[in-house]
């Protein structure tokens, strides 16, 4: 990198890989996740490099689309905010777990052996699906295996003392560089449907309190700190009380955390922080980048981000492109064509990506029709999502909700 060079990180998130999709095979099948099955005459055939609907993404795809990074961008580092393992969760088991985590760390580590790649855990990577026990319940639930797996794919871009944190909850802290430190948060302990949470929610493994530590001791060595995580705090699978503390702790590390970055939701969006959580008037002071997901599950086109950060202020993001590959002219002799979604600035005339400007954007998106319709195109890929009025009004609170009072969040348009 040069003097004058800022950096390109990439966002990875929602991958879903799944090893036994089927070409061809049933596209539209009465199972939650179809494309598993082969036919002879099947309804709807599913595509060679993957089917926008209740299919995940064959590992073809994704080794194509890595292909095509690794070719296209100078990537300086890689951010994998979980969730990658396919939807078939009723069959999910310890043993499948490992394979899918040690393929798809093949596949990405051989596209970006000399780049650091972090990673983080996301729901669907518990066994059974959403769960991660705390050390508080009995040794034999703990998901020891989860975590030591995740060390050894993250090897050797920990830093000292990181594996300790990673092994007992799951999170980790560590230097990515001088003044810029990752923390990798481990949103288990906030889904809703993690019923070892409901022995004993007062932060589980000590990862609130941990986190806090964490930011602390970087603001007095006057360090940023990029926050890695799966589901976003105001997301309805996380617990309003761990949302709230999460939201309490933005705020109080406002000027240590440069950026969060998040995933879960499949769709492209972004959430502001406030300095009064109940009120959105007050002054904006943190800004959630939800990343687009890779997997096609459900009714979106398979997509990627990559964010231009300056390393000479604050490692602040200075913009962001989407980039999407339209999977309905793909054919099994024609690969994805992998193009510029949009650039955040340029598609909504920001100054700069600061938390204030991010407010700006939302007032005019809850203000104009034509500026939110070119919003859920952004959010979908361009695909044609199943959506209706409830849901676009959904997405359109996300922008404010970093937890979860929806009767301050989604006025009505």
């Not at 951010?79 to 596949?107: A, C, F, P, Q």
């Not at 990673?119 to 026990?133: I, K, L, T």
């Not at 940023?224 to 109080?252: K, T």
């Amino acid at each position: 990198m040069s003097a004058s060079q800022n950096l390109n990180v990439l966002q990875l998130t929602d991958l879903h890989v799944d090893f036994e999709y089927k070409y061809p095979s049933e596209a539209n099948c009465d199972d939650p996740v179809c494309c598993r099955q082969s036919v002879a005459e099947p309804k709807k055939a599913s595509g060679y490099w993957g089917s926008v609907g209740k299919c995940d993404i064959p590992f073809w795809t994704v080794e194509n689309m890595l292909s095509h990074i690794n070719k296209t961008h100078m990537i300086d580092m890689v951010l994998m905010t979980g969730d990658y393992i396919n939807h078939v969760d009723w069959e999910y088991s310890i043993e499948e777990h490992l394979s899918v985590l040690r393929k798809l760390h093949r596949l990405v580590q051989n596209s970006f052996p000399t780049t650091p790649i972090y990673w983080a855990v996301g729901n669907h990577e518990g066994v059974p699906v959403n769960s991660f026990a705390p050390h508080n319940v009995d040794e034999r639930f703990w998901p020891t295996w989860l975590y030591k797996e995740f060390l050894a794919m993250s090897h050797p871009w920990l830093t000292e003392g990181a594996d300790e944190s990673l092994l007992k909850r799951g999170s980790y802290a560590t230097q990515i560089m001088d003044g810029l430190k990752l923390v990798s948060l481990n949103t288990g302990f906030c889904e809703v449907t993690n019923f070892f949470l409901y022995l004993n929610q007062s932060d589980p493994d000590s990862s609130m309190s941990w986190f806090v530590k964490e930011l602390y001791e970087s603001e007095l060595k006057g360090e940023q700190v990029y926050v890695l995580a799966h589901i976003p705090p105001g997301d309805s699978e996380c617990l309003e009380g761990w949302a709230f503390n999460y939201y309490r702790v933005i705020q109080r590390f406002e000027s240590t955390i440069a950026a969060q970055f998040f995933g879960h939701d499949h769709l492209d969006y972004f959430t502001v922080f406030y300095e009064d959580m109940h009120n959105v008037s007050s002054k904006p002071i943190g800004v959630g980048y939800a990343a687009p997901s890779v997997t096609t599950f459900e009714y979106q086109n398979p997509a990627y981000r990559v964010y231009e950060v300056d390393p000479y202020n604050k490692f602040k993001i200075v913009d962001y492109t989407s980039y999407s590959a339209d999977l309905e002219k793909a054919t099994e002799d024609k690969a994805p064509v992998w193009e510029k979604l949009y650039s955040a600035r340029e598609a909504y005339a920001m100054d700069d990506l600061s938390p204030v400007s991010w407010n700006t954007v939302i007032q005019k998106l809850f203000k104009n029709e034509k500026k939110r319709e070119q919003f859920y195109k952004y959010a979908f890929r361009n695909s044609s999502p199943q959506c209706d009025v409830t849901c676009r009004q959904q997405l359109m609170c996300n922008l404010r909700m970093g937890h979860h009072n929806s009767t301050l969040y989604c006025p009505n348009l």
